[in-house]
């Protein structure tokens, strides 16, 4: 059995009592490691449980996103000064806040 850090601590706290251990199984399919916050955009669906909701993906264009990324790549190797400009039209959901970065030293 992996013994991970946690594992061993409860091993050490627990070996003198009748205490059974804990068994460390990873995660069960469909468990997630943190909470992602749904936006409007995504259709949110509600569900019999309250506190459950089931997001729809956002429709994209695979090539065209791609193509997109590598300009954007390209510009920030450059440091462009329209890079903020080319994520807005990549992400229609990003608003930056407050002045927009030109990409030069002050």
Avoid: W
């Amino acid at each position: 059995m992996l013994c991970t850090e946690e594992y061993c601590i409860l091993k050490k706290i627990y070996r003198k009592k009748v205490v059974p251990l804990l068994t460390l199984a990873g995660l069960r399919p469909g468990e997630k490691l943190y909470e992602e916050k749904l936006m409007a955009e995504e259709g949110i669906k509600k569900t019999d449980n309250e506190l459950i909701f089931i997001g729809k993906p956002i429709p994209f264009e695979v090539e065209e996103f791609f193509q997109q990324l590598e300009e954007l790549a390209n510009a920030s190797y450059e440091n462009s000064p329209d890079i903020v400009s080319m994520v807005e039209k990549i992400v229609p959901t990003f608003h930056p806040v407050g002045e927009k970065p030109d990409g030069k030293a002050d």
